[in-house]
């Protein structure tokens, strides 16, 4: 809950219940911030070789996939689908770089798992919201066409 300070203009905020971002947080945001979470772990001992090149460009695919996500959860379904889109793309090309990381023994087996298992299962939740977009779509469009002469 925040409060402002009265004699010093400043807020104080105090950190949300364990293991709770907000009670409306969605599903798939919780698994990709937790296995953001798993991962920054990880980043802040990465070999010097890879920290600032493939990490830090996992680092932002991780960052655009929460940003898609949190702004696909918002928006109206005609508006989720791009949000959506743009979060499988990045997903995507995260998992490439997470196994080049283990390729280059910059990952070993254990890291390796405990990131991209996660990164796969949001990709699976990915797919099935794009399907149920997709649907709910042409549903939407079938509905609204004209009929054409003889269509019942």
Known sequence: METLDSHKNTFSQQPPPSGKFSTGELPLLKMVRSAYLIWYGYYQILPKTHRHTLGGRID?????????????????????QPYVQLAIRKQDALK?????????????????????????????????????????????????????????
């Open 60 to 80: 932002s695919l991780f960052i655009t996939i929460i940003e898609a996500v949190a702004a696909a959860g918002f928006l109206p379904p005609t508006e989720k």
């Open 96 to 152: 490439v770089l997470l196994m080049i990381l283990w390729e280059t023994k910059s990952f070993n087996d254990k890291q390796y798992l405990a990131v991209s298992v996660p990164v796969a299962e949001i990709g699976q939740r990915l797919g099935g919201w794009h399907g149920q977009i997709t649907k709910k779509m042409q549903q939407t469009n079938t509905k609204n066409s004209p009929q054409k002469w003889g269509e019942k």
